[in-house]
């Protein structure tokens, strides 16, 4: 079947075979129906019929089960390479039904199994995070046996939806840039200018809005209405970059940068990321520790 982010199950997609118990129960009722047609027994005859029957119902009500479900590919986790990671799966109907216990199969999770009694509901499946980068959901085996648990109906799928796993922290000294950075420095060309109200940087137009204390009244009194700008020099230790680790290969330059965005969080510290072609503007916290775990984990994949 082709890889879509959603499937519904039709007739075309659904196998029904039945189960141990209904093997046997068919066994049985062909053994039943052998003894009246050899007997001329009418209560053989219907006690055969009957188990048949229950059996034919049985094909159709599990079939049920599966016809016009939804499987739609959610959200997957952002972990760290080694550990588990979990991918949402929401299944749904239109027709709100008891579709009773359904098993998602695959070897690498064993069996997960939910109860749907409604509209809709989530199902979540781990996976472990080998390596860096995108981790997609296997080819899975969807399954129903209720309500009688003697036919099993089923449906293999491999849905859309995939985890995310970031590099392992490991520590490399990083080599920062050398020197300060002067007030003159042309900012479009500085990487370690922003805006701010620390240090003087020179003289522009007024704008409407200005602050009137930032006037420079020297020129004022030349008929020349400028104002004074300021700006903050950003350290080059808050920059996290990837030319900082010279030398190392790129699987290790990104565990480099784990470590040392894991460590600026720890320290209340904030932060920027700059990896080719990716920037993750500075910031601090949990958020921003998670968008650049993210930036780390998708590099290369985009």
Request: neutral net charge.
């Amino acid at each position: 079947m082709p890889l879509q982010r959603s499937v519904t199950l039709n007739q075309a997609r659904i196998f029904i075979v039945p189960t141990l118990q209904g093997g046997i129960l068919l066994l049985v009722a062909l053994l039943i129906l052998l003894l009246a047609i050899n007997f001329d027994s009418a209560l053989n005859y219907a006690l055969g019929f009957w188990l048949i029957a229950m059996l034919w119902a049985s094909v159709h009500l599990t079939y049920r089960n599966l016809s016009g479900l939804c499987i739609s590919g959610q959200v997957g986790s952002l972990v760290e390479v080694g550990q588990m990671a979990e991918i949402s799966l929401l299944l749904s109907a239109p027709r709100n039904q008891n579709r009773g216990l359904f098993e998602v199969i695959h070897k690498q999770w064993g069996v997960v199994s939910v109860a749907m009694n409604g509209p809709s509901v989530t199902v979540r499946l781990p996976l472990l995070a080998q390596a860096r980068g995108p981790i997609t959901a296997p080819r899975f085996r969807i399954e129903s046996r209720f309500p009688f648990g003697l036919i099993v109906a089923w449906s293999n799928l491999k849905i859309d939806v995939q985890a995310w796993a970031y590099p392992l922290a490991v520590h490399y000294d990083r080599q920062l840039a050398g020197g300060g950075h002067e007030a003159e420095q042309n900012p479009p060309n500085d990487p370690f200018y922003r805006a701010g109200s620390e240090d003087f940087h020179s003289l522009r137009p007024y704008v409407a809005g200005d602050a009137i204390h930032r006037l420079h009244w020297a020129s004022f009194s030349r008929d020349q209405l400028v104002v004074k700008a300021f700006t903050d020099y950003q350290s080059a230790n808050d920059v996290l970059d990837w030319d900082q680790f010279p030398g190392l290969a790129d699987e290790a330059r990104l565990s480099a940068l784990a470590y040392h965005s894991q460590l600026m969080t720890e320290q209340h510290q904030a932060y920027e990321l700059r990896l080719p072609g990716t920037v993750v503007c500075a910031d601090q916290g949990p958020e921003q520790l998670a968008r650049v775990h993210r930036a780390l984990a998708q590099f290369g994949y985009d």
